[in-house]
């Protein structure tokens, strides 16, 4: 059974960083993309990966501040999150697309897969 596995949530102070990890064995074909829901809000994009040509999407609230990479040698996508904001407090989800065709990145039901979530919490 093929899934995902997000780790490296936590608790950090605003201006702080975490780097967030989803191991996908079994998805190296596949674009793999971050997702995050606070609550009473709706789930909404981050940042995305392409399986081969590696380009990188990122939400508008994040540019600058952090970079999806990917480790075909480990099958994990990492999400470093620098300058950190109480407003950036969710749970984070990694979701993987196996699909070919049009790639609407930030789309979340262009994803078939999903994690369970890692929660991440900012304080100020």
């Known amino acids: 059974q093929v899934q995902l596995a997000e780790s490296g949530g936590g608790s950090v102070q605003a201006g702080g960083s975490l780097r967030l990890s989803c191991a996908a064995p079994g998805f190296s074909n596949a674009a793999i993309g971050w997702f995050r829901q606070a609550p009473g809000k709706e789930r909404e994009f981050v940042a995305s990966?392409?399986?081969?040509?590696?380009?990188?999407f990122y939400a508008d609230t994040v540019k600058g501040r952090f970079s999806i990479t990917r480790d075909y040698a480990r099958n994990t996508v990492y999400l470093q999150m620098d300058s950190l904001k109480p407003e950036d407090t969710a749970v984070y989800y990694c979701?993987?697309?196996?699909?070919?065709?049009?790639?609407?990145?930030?789309?979340?039901?262009?994803?078939?897969?999903w994690g369970q979530g890692t929660q991440v919490t900012v304080s100020s």
């Open positions: 990966i392409t399986s081969r040509s590696g380009s990188t």
């Open positions: 979701a993987a697309d196996l699909s070919s065709g049009e790639f609407y990145y930030d789309r979340k039901d262009q994803y078939d897969y």
